[in-house]
Structures are given as structure tokens and as C-alpha cells.
């Protein structure tokens, strides 16, 4: 994939090692006149980042699907302090995901009820948000005769470091999310999307959000 949010050259790659463990990684250009919102940086460098994934019960018959995400990043660039009074020669942050499946239906493989939780962190000398918290639920097939629909429900707290709390005031965003993925056809679906932001920015007033997403697979 590209380095969000900005369409730069990079690399790729993925190895299977089994079909317990998958080892992922990427490296892409990171330059200076990128305007990114979470830090700032001085000169070039490159964005690193690796993986790992692990699915314990990967191939027990009755098991409910399980993975655990952990993962690390790099940026080689010197990286502004957010009082910018100091540059550090890089940034890095850490983060950790776990989807499980908590209740699959009769005969689906599929179908059924999904946890997912999601957890980072980023020193708070270098970067606006230096934790992020994420957790929500998935049902896939939960009306009768809509096997292929998805809906679920969301939710994300971040803070901002506290350094940045003395200097701008801005504090944390929470945000709750919901959506249905209604399948069109095997290769199409439509989505209608709602979410409510406390603190956008960590500053602003509460906002309400909607979107429709229209998707397509070739």
C-alpha cells in the first residue's frame, strides 16, 4: 500500500511461514515537504515498517478464528519536538491488534459474531497522539436470507500527549462508529456509514458524521 496519506514510492513484502505465522513489512519514501498533521519533520528519510501475525488455532476444525497483530515503525527523518524546540535524529511507535471470532453460526464458517481491539503507542516528546485505543464488534449475516451482509459497531480514543495539552490546549477525540455492508453482488456493495466525534481534534465541538461508500471488486 502506499504511505498514508501520500502516494510515495516503496516496497513491500510478506512470508508465510506457516499457517500459524505470517512476517509482513514495507519501506517508503518519507520526504520533508510532506505536510503531516502528527509531526513534522526536516529533511528526507524513509518510512519502515514490519509485522508479525499469528493465528493459534490456524487449521483445528472447530476453532473460532483468531489473530494476533503485533507491529513496530520507523521513521528516519529528524522529527520536530510539537514545541518544535527540539529535532530528534527519528521517530518509532509500537502497536498491537487481536481479532477473534466470539460466536459462529451452525454450519458457517464465516457467519457469526467478531471482536476486534487495536492498541498503539508513539513517544510523546515527538508525536501529537501518543496512545491510541480501538475496539468494536462485527456480524456478518445477522439478518435472515443476507448471509454476505456485514453491519458493526466501533469505537476509538486517542490522546494527545501532554506536552501538546500545555501548548494548544487539546486534550483527547473519542469517536463511535456504525455501518451496514449491504452486498449488491459478489463483487459489489454499498455501505452506509454514521459516526459521532467528541472533541474532534481534541478542541472542537462535538460533530456528526455520515457517509455512503459504493464498492467494487474486479
Not at 46 to 70: K, S
Amino acid at each position: 500500500m502506499p504511505f498514508w496519506p501520500f502516494q510515495t514510492v516503496g516496497a513491500s513484502s510478506l512470508f508465510q511461514y506457516n499457517e500459524r505465522w505470517k512476517i509482513a513489512g514495507g519501506l517508503y519514501d518519507s520526504g520533508s515537504d510532506q505536510n503531516q498533521w502528527w509531526i513534522r519533520t526536516a529533511d528526507r528519510g524513509l518510512f519502515l515498517i514490519g509485522q508479525v501475525d499469528y493465528t493459534p488455532f490456524a487449521g483445528v476444525e472447530e476453532a473460532l478464528a483468531t489473530t494476533i497483530r503485533l507491529g513496530a515503525w520507523q521513521l528516519t527523518n529528524d522529527v520536530y519536538s510539537n514545541d518544535e524546540a527540539t529535532i530528534f535524529d527519528y521517530n518509532y511507535g509500537f502497536y498491537g491488534t487481536l481479532d477473534r471470532m466470539v460466536f459462529r453460526e451452525t454450519d458457517a464458517d464465516e457467519q457469526g459474531l467478531g471482536i476486534f481491539l487495536q492498541f498503539s503507542w508513539a513517544p510523546s516528546d515527538r508525536n501529537q497522539v501518543d496512545r491510541h485505543f480501538g475496539g468494536g464488534l462485527t456480524y456478518r449475516g445477522l439478518l435472515s436470507g443476507r448471509d454476505e451482509d456485514t453491519c458493526g459497531v466501533g469505537c476509538t480514543l486517542i490522546d494527545f500527549a501532554d506536552n501538546l495539552n500545555e501548548l494548544t490546549g487539546q486534550t483527547y477525540e473519542n469517536a463511535i462508529e456504525l455501518f451496514y455492508k449491504y452486498r449488491l453482488t459478489p463483487y459489489s456493495a454499498l455501505q452506509p456509514d454514521v459516526q459521532y466525534i467528541t472533541r474532534p481534534s481534541g478542541l472542537e465541538r462535538d460533530a456528526l458524521v455520515t457517509g455512503l461508500r459504493f464498492e467494487v471488486t474486479l
